[in-house]
DNA sequence: GGCTCCCGGGG
DNA sequence: GTGTACGGGAGCC
């Protein structure tokens, strides 16, 4: 027997003469690629019958079958757990293999016997990694031999794993990558006609064994390409053909030998574009370590996965997971890695890229150059978040993968399933369809907001309450488990939900409110530790404290998302309404005391101190804190000295939020204003800009209306250039399939009269000119225009001014103030 | 006002 | 693979 230490990374299972074997792909203790196999897990899943009916032995002597196999039921136990806040009895049904579940399921569903079955749709791997605590990213030590196996890597059979140390850290290795692709401009991305270019690779972790004494490890850097040019790049390495290049790819990858292949909407763009220029040339992808082949899932979300390397599509993860900590609004490389890494892309055309290739132009130094930053910004947002990745992956005990591709209510909804076992639980069923669809079309009453007046404050304090949400959920018990229990039936003290009496248990704590009180009081006893600390070491338990933030603020959104397990709408209805309660309470308390209340949202409250001063604020914040229940609790965010309110009403959805403060020290915060979309114009886009700009740093606000005045007058009197009032949208499939016809659509069909060739892709750019037709009739291609022939009153009135609007409304200026003639032109008739 | 369509990321 | 899932804004009808 031999003995080893591992982390796990990636796992998935195979059958194997009969039997699931599952499959532990991961690094040793001292850096080597590994693979794990434990055969000594059965599937199973759990059956509700109805009460008083005893189905034991009719499920064990059910058979039934699937093509030429005989599927039946290996074993079954009898176990007490709790499903939804009840006792119960269920059966714990064993089988052969994972696949014969759903047959079971099938099978079953018509027993009039069964209320109901439960758990049957939990992936194979998952309810191993759940039933023996598998967390990746930790050490694990395992008992058995090594044995030969058709894998890249060495494989150890085992009968025992266990959990060795949690703490030590696994530094796994990172290669990124990226391609550019044959594009010529004007038309779409077409992986099936236009070669891949060019690949680069960038990697910064060295193996230890190639580490020289006192020598600093280099960067690893490749770019290779398929077509020969003079440089002096010594990165750049030149193959004869595009297959070659595939061929390269796989080189890399394999000799490399990465953990973690990383690259930015590889997921969506890189690597099936890779797979289907592989296809076409018969190239067989089998970058798997068990020689299985990249595995490109088409869809509504497109995703690549390889076996035993762990793929991480660091776009995917930044905008499902990092959006709402960062200020952009776009998850473009170029702006993801200004904010997070205070770089840029390299300014680039790309348009120049195909015509360079086809004219074999002496040097495609740029390019290169351009390709291989890409591929670098991409690792260094890898290496930036993954001690964040690595505190989600340890808190929900999914693998990196996994986590990589879910928003926050599958990550809570994974972690209700983790833990559901330890607290006895059954885990309801995710929703029917039907059921699906009438949960998506209601709506609940959200927060409470306080509209401020538009205008500019002096001397502001905001206080918010801390985990509104989750700290209601867990100090008033709100759970699908303890809604409307019978044992406090007219004893409770009912939820302040309008129109509807509803109560949550008052005896028993629920599964969920005692999950949400666990991950609040961790993460304040973190807190107090990483308190006021900024050493490094402490990183990990600050990205820790953050994860088990946003976990826990994603409880209220999860009892309210259709799709999810533990729905409950009167959960989410209650946990809004007591936040309403809360804010508004604290927001009359503060009015009683003498503040002045000018802004409270959801859990957030304005003041201004006028006569008062800090301290009485501070004093006015522990009184109330004294009241508050459970871990519920009013915090001092900070002292403003001014800010600016912009009224919030304009769309018809909910009101947002949008102001600008200026902090102590001077740091300007902008709130709630949206970033302008692709398929506006240039200009627009411009002056929505400049107009911050002005505002914001300038203090100036006349000057910002004089900017606009001469926006709307250079537009009016044609002095905007062509380019900058082009709008530019795509063509999302056929023209014959389009029903509403979108000026572009109208655009694409002239474009095609003439025969162009245009399809999905085809990005469609039009200018709107004069006159009185409805817009798609007034839709012009640049190019047949002249400078002067766009509708001035148009790119006024559809595009400037509804970028700005919102802005100038508060600072007293109207729509008109912004269009009528400039100033200066009706004052200079005085003089 | 509802319905339908587009967008994102990538070259 | 014991499947697995967007969400918001703009313009037509």
Redesign the pocket.
């Known amino acids: 027997m031999d003995k080893i230490r591992f982390y796990p990374l990636d796992i998935t ?1 195979k059958v194997i003469n009969n039997k ?1 074997v599952i499959h532990l792909f991961g690094k040793t203790a001292d850096n080597k690629q590994v693979c794990v196999l434990y055969d000594d897990f059965e ?3 759990y059956v509700i019958p109805k009460k008083g009916s005893d189905i034991n032995n009719d499920l064990k002597n059910f058979e039934t079958k699937r093509n030429d196999e005989t599927i039946s039921i290996t074993k079954t136990e009898t176990v007490k757990k709790r499903y939804l806040g009840n006792e119960i009895d269920a059966i714990k049904v064993f089988v052969k293999l ?2 014969h ?2 047959v079971l ?1 099938e099978e079953l569903k018509n027993w009039n016997s069964i209320e109901s079955i439960n ?10 990694m759940i039933d023996n605590n598998i967390v990746p990213l930790t050490l694990y030590e395992a008992e058995g031999e090594f044995i030969t196996q058709k894998l890249k890597v060495p494989a150890f059979k085992t009968k025992k794993i266990e959990p060795f140390e949690s703490d030590t850290a696994i530094k796994p290795r990172i290669l990124s990558f ?4 044959y ?3 004007y ?1 779409e ?1 077409e992986p099936e006609k236009n070669p891949i ?1 060019m690949i680069a690779f960038y990697a910064e972790d060295v193996a230890e064994e190639n580490l020289q004494p006192g020598v600093s490890p280099k960067p690893f850097k490749k770019v290779f390409v398929w077509k020969r040019f003079k440089t002096n790049l010594d990165y750049v390495e030149f193959v004869e053909s595009e297959a070659e290049l595939i061929e390269k790819f796989k080189e890399v990858i394999g000799t490399y030998k990465p953990d973690i292949l990383t690259g ?2 590889s997921d ?3 690597l099936p574009y890779i797979k289907s220029r592989a296809d076409k040339y018969k190239i067989k992808l089998d970058l798997g370590l068990d020689f299985s082949e990249l595995k490109v ?1 088409k ?3 497109v ?1 690549a996965q390889i076996t035993g390397i762990t793929h991480l599509d660091i ?1 995917k993860f930044i ?1 499902k997971i990092m959006a709402g900590t960062l200020d952009t ?7 993801v890695a200004s904010e997070m890494l205070d770089e840029k892309k390299h300014d680039v055309d ?2 120049e ?2 015509e360079a290739w086809d004219k074999e132009v002496e040097s495609m130094d740029k390019f290169c150059e351009y ?1 291989l930053n ?1 591929a670098r910004l991409s690792y260094k947002l890898a290496a930036k978040l993954m001690p964040t990745i690595r505190e989600i992956v340890k808190i929900t005990s999914l693998t990196i993968y ?1 986590v990589n ?3 926050f ?2 990550l809570v ?1 994974w972690y209700l399933l983790k833990q559901a076992p330890q607290f006895n639980q059954i885990a309801p069923n ?1 929703p029917s369809n039907d059921e699906l669809i009438k949960r998506r079309a209601i709506r609940i009453k959200g927060a409470f907001v306080f509209e401020p007046k538009a205008g500019l404050y002096n001397n502001m304090v905001i206080f918010d309450y801390r985990s509104l949400y989750p700290t209601i959920i867990g100090s008033h018990n709100i759970s699908p488990g303890t809604l409307n229990c019978s044992c406090c039936e007219g004893e409770a003290k009912s939820a302040p939900v309008e129109n509807e009496n509803i109560w949550f248990c008052e005896k028993r704590k629920g599964f969920i409110p005692t999950i949400i009180e666990d991950l609040i009081t961790r993460r304040m006893r973190i807190k107090e530790i990483v308190k006021d600390q900024t050493d490094e070491k402490f990183a990990i338990l600050d990205a820790r404290q953050n994860t088990l933030k946003l976990l826990a603020n994603s409880f209220y959104g999860y009892l309210g ?1 259709y ?1 999810a397990r533990w729905y409950s709408l009167n959960s989410a209805e209650a946990t809004t309404a007591y936040g309403r309660h809360y804010i508004k309470d604290v927001m009359n308390k503060a009015q009683n005391s003498g503040f002045r209340v000018i802004y409270g949202d959801t859990d957030s409250i304005m003041i201004t101190l006028d006569e008062k001063t800090k301290e009485d604020a501070i004093k006015f914040s522990e009184k109330i804190n004294q009241e508050l229940p459970g871990l519920m609790e009013l915090e001092f965010d900070g002292f403003y000295p001014s800010g600016i309110f912009v009224s919030a009403k304009m ?3 909910g009101a ?1 939020k949008r102001y600008a403060l200026i902090s102590e020290n001077g740091v300007i915060i902008i709130k709630g204003f ?1 970033s302008v ?3 506006t114009s240039l200009i627009a886009k411009e002056t929505q800009e400049k107009v911050f700009e002005i505002i914001l740093k300038e203090k100036d606000n006349e000057k910002a209306v004089q900017y606009v005045k001469r926006v709307v007058d250079d537009l009016r009197n044609k002095r905007v250039p062509l380019d900058k009032v082009i709008i ?6 056929e023209l014959s ?9 109208a655009v694409a069909q002239k474009l095609k009269n003439r025969g162009i060739n245009v399809g999905p ?1 085809s ?1 469609i750019r039009f200018v709107v000119t004069m006159g009185n037709d ?3 009739n007034r839709s012009k291609l640049p190019e047949e225009i002249k400078e002067h022939e766009y509708d001035s009153d148009y790119y006024i009135n ?1 595009q400037v001014i ?1 970028s700005v609007e919102r802005i100038f409304n508060v600072l007293g200026h109207t729509k008109q103030d912004l269009t009528e003639a400039k100033e200066q032109t009706k004052l200079e008739g005085f003089f």
């Open positions: 299972y699931p599937p199973y899943f994972p696949s579940i759903p399921r758990e049957n749709d939990i992936l194979f791997v998952r309810r191993f990226d391609i550019e692709t594009t010529p401009g038309r991305i270019i930015y909407f969506g763009f890189d899932k869809g509504i979300n995703t776009f905008r609004n776009q998850y473009n490389l170029n702006a790309l348009d890229l195909s390709n890409d996994d591709r879910m928003g209510s599958q909804e995710k998302f799709a769309s018809d959805f947002k949206e979309r692709r398929n530019s949208i795509q063509l999302q499939k399939e389009y029903d509403a016809r979108g000026p572009h659509v892709g990005a409805i817009i798609r559809n509804p």
